[in-house]
């Protein structure tokens, strides 16, 4: 059984369910605690909060999939327009035993892939122009397998919480302190206790959203090593991933880096992050595993299979 709980032929993975388990515990936690030091310290403010917290973060949920494919220009397409394109994922599907997902492509040269959604009922997988164009017909079938696979596991959701929930407590604690100090000029507060409840709130944002990135981070990584592993397996052609994979990553640094930064806020979602060379080598707290890290594990489960 996958991670989702629906059976599919993806490869269980049960380290991976054990750290998103453990990732959204943590991050839950941490979030719940942060929101009751602003309620301590902001006591006027609390409506607000709770509203605020509550509303973000089920539309965040909700509308995940829309979100990313408008800030992405993605944009739905029919198998009369993109007939590869659905064919392989009706391929893999079938393979896989799991719901299609609505396909979009992105017009963008950055060559690239990314799936979203809250389960896979309402997903969308999406590929880049930049990659269709790149990728021979097995390697775009292993890079779509690699994307399915995240659909499968459910990561896809995990990911779009754990990291919304980071940025959400920046959000709040800027309206929260706003309200706090107009709330404290109302009611003319010790201004010497004003300021030092937004001291603490500020350190307090500080520290979730750091221990928020390094929790996101530590399970984007090994979800990526999971995606390339089911994918391989499903296929049986781990060559051709780790071909998609070299490929993927050597022309994106070659793309402008002005458009690199652009999309570098969704590197948690795509195959390959948009980084440079020079900044892909020394990202120690990066969305993804090396290149090399991949394709090592790529060439153990390609002489696994050959045995």
């Not at 799991?98 to 896979?120: I, S, W």
């Not at 097995?138 to 754990?162: F, K, N, P, Y």
């Not at 010497?192 to 500020?202: E, H, L, R, T, Y």
Request: proline residues 5%.
């Amino acid at each position: 059984m996958s991670a989702s709980g629906h059976h599919t032929r993806f490869a269980p993975d049960r380290g991976l369910s054990a750290r998103m388990v453990t990732t959204m515990f943590l991050i839950g936690l941490l979030y719940v605690g942060f929101t009751g030091v602003l309620i301590v310290l902001l006591r006027g403010a609390w409506p607000l909060i709770v509203l605020l917290s509550g509303g973000l973060f089920v539309a965040q949920f909700w509308f995940s999939d829309k979100i990313t494919e408008r800030a992405m220009g993605a944009h739905q397409v029919t198998p009369e327009q993109y007939p590869q394109l659905h064919g392989t994922i009706d391929r893999l599907c079938a393979l896989a035993d799991m719901p299609k997902p609505r396909v979009a492509v992105a017009d963008n040269d950055m060559p690239n892939a990314f799936a979203t959604g809250r389960n896979p009922e309402n997903a969308v997988v999406c590929v880049t122009t930049g990659l269709l164009r790149r990728l021979e017909p097995e390697e775009l079938e292993g890079v779509l397998a690699h994307e399915l696979s995240h659909v499968a596991h459910r990561d896809v959701a995990v990911m779009t919480i754990a990291g919304f929930l980071g940025v959400l407590a920046g959000a709040i604690t800027r309206i929260a302190l706003y309200s706090g100090m107009m709330g404290g000029n109302n009611r003319n507060n010790n201004n010497d206790n004003a300021a030092i409840a937004m001291i603490v709130v500020s350190l307090v944002s500080v520290v979730v959203y750091a221990i928020s990135f390094l929790l996101t981070r530590l399970l984007s990584r090994y979800r990526e090593l999971a995606a390339d592993r089911a994918a391989a397996q499903l296929t049986g052609r781990p060559s051709a991933l780790a071909s998609a994979l070299t490929k993927v990553t050597g022309q994106i640094g070659a793309i402008p880096t002005k458009d690199l930064r652009q999309a570098q806020p969704y590197n948690a979602f795509f195959f390959a992050p948009a980084l440079s060379a020079r900044e892909a080598a020394s990202q120690l707290m990066s969305t993804h595993p090396s290149l090399e890290q991949r394709l090592e594990q790529l060439g153990k489960i390609s002489a696994e299979l050959g045995r």
